[in-house]
């Protein structure tokens, strides 16, 4: 069965939606053998009839149809039509993903049916907690993975004690322009009051964010960020390198980062394996300077 599956798969992907695939069993009772014939029906060409999309009641039509890998008028293709299946459900809007070939109004013609079953994608998280550093400390924050259905991902995010409050705001377009290109931008504050090292600090900055596939499994980000931080109120008692860096301070920095992703889900792996290298750049237009490599990677194995 296994077989037939596989051998349907590769005619799949030479344009055969429908294969009738038989197999044939010829039994050797003395030397404890089967030969098996594989009687294969090819059947002629398929090409995609239509696209039908039904089950999703917020997310608007087009953000799952980007998605697919086929189009009105392809030569069916099985290897697609799974890449569409598993790019729709790395979207993380969907608690169930079913993509179907039918038959469509000739034989050399092939409807394909996806179904969607949606599932909540706003969160709201808040915690509370003591620190001996900060006394009571406490953060919330409101997430919308979906926003208006458009498939746009916005996020804010508050955490504060007597001695810190951080604000970071990001959101995030998947298709920038109706391109297959991500675009997004990053704000946050962060003000604290470091009384065991006798300094107060405030970061204010902000990211802007693009990426765009280089090949199927491959990506790219490019980032330019830009950090202010003003150290204030340095003790006597402080040591050496905080008095040397009172003031103001500002950081520029052009980041990229390479991701090879072979996962079958980003949100929720499985299997598959994923690697990255990120190189951070400082130095255009800031007072600090410096050159930062990042590798890691992880491998995903089902236990059960």
């Given amino acids: 069965e296994t077989t037939i599956d596989q051998v349907t798969d590769k005619l799949g992907t030479l344009g055969y939606a429908f294969v009738d695939i038989r197999p044939k069993a010829n ?21 995609v009839e239509r696209i039908d999309i039904v089950g999703n009641v917020r997310t608007l039509d087009k953000v799952i149809r980007r998605e697919m890998q086929l189009v009105e008028g392809d030569a069916f293709n099985t290897s697609k039509l799974n890449r569409s299946r ?85 959101y995030t377009e998947p298709y920038f322009l109706d391109r297959n290109m991500s675009a997004g931008i990053d704000l946050f504050k962060i003000e604290r009051e470091n009384e065991e090292s006798s300094f107060d600090d405030e970061r204010i900055g902000f990211a802007l964010r693009v990426g765009y596939e280089l090949t199927r499994d491959l990506r790219q980000r490019l980032t330019y960020s830009f950090k202010k931080t003003k150290v204030t109120n340095v003790g006597t008692d402080a040591s050496r390198f905080i008095q040397e860096q009172e003031g103001n301070n500002t950081v520029s920095e052009i980041s990229q980062q390479l991701t090879y992703d072979k996962r079958d889900n980003r949100a929720d792996p499985r299997e598959g394996y994923f690697i990255s290298l990120e190189n951070d750049l400082a130095g255009f237009g800031g007072d600090t300077s410096f050159l930062r490599t990042k590798l890691k990677g992880g491998y995903f194995v089902p236990l059960a």
């Avoid at 050797?28 to 090409?47: H, I, M, P, W, Y």
């Fill in 27 to 47: 039994q050797d009772r003395e030397n404890r053998t089967v030969d098996v014939t594989l009687l294969v029906g090819e059947g002629e060409k398929a090409f």
């Fill in 86 to 170: 598993r790019r729709i459900r790395n979207l993380g809007f969907f608690s169930n993903v079913s993509v179907k070939k039918l038959p469509g109004s000739a034989p050399d013609r092939t409807i394909i049916k996806t179904e969607v079953e949606e599932q909540p994608t706003g969160e709201i998280s808040f915690g509370v907690g003591y620190s001996t550093i900060e006394a009571v400390v406490g953060d919330i924050g409101i997430r919308e993975r979906n926003l208006l259905g458009r498939g746009q991902d916005l996020k804010f995010k508050f955490s504060g004690s007597a001695r810190k409050q951080q604000f970071d705001i990001a």
